[in-house]
């Protein structure tokens, strides 16, 4: 077991199997390459992408289906490459992948970017952030509907 001092959640003890391997970083990112999936029962379905070289660099995400249930996944045959995911197979989320948004706080409430998601290949936990220009999902998709953000 390692454990790693955070910024944001203390000390988190880790299995070295565990960890999220981005071979490209991420993107403004690009050498933050190891992260960890933490996950806890007061915040769930929140997944919070904790990086291992920087303990104050730490990206709040969401399931994708938990956004949007109807999630259709494109990912680029490079980005298959990448993570080691076979370039014609339809890809099953939460069976093959781990596909997440990431969360943005903005003025008018939560949003998810759906139109490029974390996808982890849950065989080698390898991860790259699959941007889809072709798509029509949005990488500002709100999450509330307005009248529910009032405060």
């Given amino acids: 077991m390692s454990s790693f001092e955070t910024k944001n959640f ?3 003890s880790y299995e070295t199997g565990s960890v999220l391997e981005f071979p490209r970083g991420l993107p403004g990112f690009e050498d933050r390459r190891r992260f960890l999936a933490l996950q806890f029962a ?5 997944v919070f992408l904790q990086s291992l070289e920087d303990s104050g660099l730490c990206f709040i995400t969401l399931p994708i289906l938990a956004a949007d249930p109807e999630y259709r996944l494109e990912i ?4 298959r ?3 080691g995911l076979p370039l014609a197979a339809t890809l099953q989320i ?3 992948v781990l596909c997440l948004t990431v969360l943005s706080l903005e003025e008018t409430g939560p949003t998810a970017n759906l139109l490029a998601p974390v ?3 849950i065989s080698n936990l390898k991860a790259v952030q699959a941007i889809a220009p072709d798509s029509h999902y949005s990488h500002q998709q ?3 509907p307005q009248e529910t ?3």
Avoid at 76 to 79: G, L, Y
């Fill in 81 to 83: 490459e990448v993570v």
């Fill in 42 to 46: 007061d915040s769930k379905p929140l």
């Fill in 76 to 79: 680029s045959p490079e980005d």
């Fill in 94 to 96: 939460g069976a093959d």
């Fill in 119 to 121: 996808v982890v290949n």
């Fill in 149 to 151: 953000v009032a405060c």
């Fill in 142 to 144: 709100a999450l509330l």
């Fill in 10 to 12: 203390g000390t988190v």
